[in-house]
């Protein structure tokens, strides 16, 4: 989770920022995934230990529905079939439940570093 990212730089721009939008929904609504009735944090790979400890800390209803997601999409994607209109992913629908709780595990574990470095010097006695 910890790329190079240009967003940081698009979102302090407006200017930018208007000008982007446009062109980053359409790049959502083109990739598919919506289609399939996944959201964007559903495509995160589960291969890291900071994602699988974030789905754990995912609230049960949440763990249950992102399974759900997964084997419809598969299904779908073996039967060679898109979901019904009705079915599909709606984009306000399509928000970010993972990626906050990543950024938090990200966070700790730069606090623990900080921390494991931390030396502590005694004043001597006068």
Not at 18 to 36: C, F, H, N, S, V
Request: aromatic share 8%.
């Amino acid at each position: 989770m910890s790329t190079p990212s240009l967003a940081s730089y698009i979102i302090k721009r407006p200017w930018l920022r208007r000008w982007m939008q446009p062109l980053a929904e359409w790049y959502k609504d083109a990739a598919g995934y919506r289609k399939l009735g996944l959201k964007a944090d559903d495509l995160i790979p589960e291969e890291s230990d900071t994602v699988l400890l974030a789905l754990k800390r995912l609230p049960p209803k949440e763990q249950y529905d992102r399974v759900f997601r997964l084997r419809r999409a598969f299904q779908c994607s073996l039967a060679h079939q898109l979901l019904p209109k009705n079915e599909q992913t709606k984009p306000e629908d399509d928000r970010l439940y993972l990626t906050p709780i990543i950024k938090e595990i990200e966070a700790e574990n730069q606090e623990r570093e900080d921390m494991d470095v931390l030396t502590l010097k005694k004043k001597p006695k006068a």
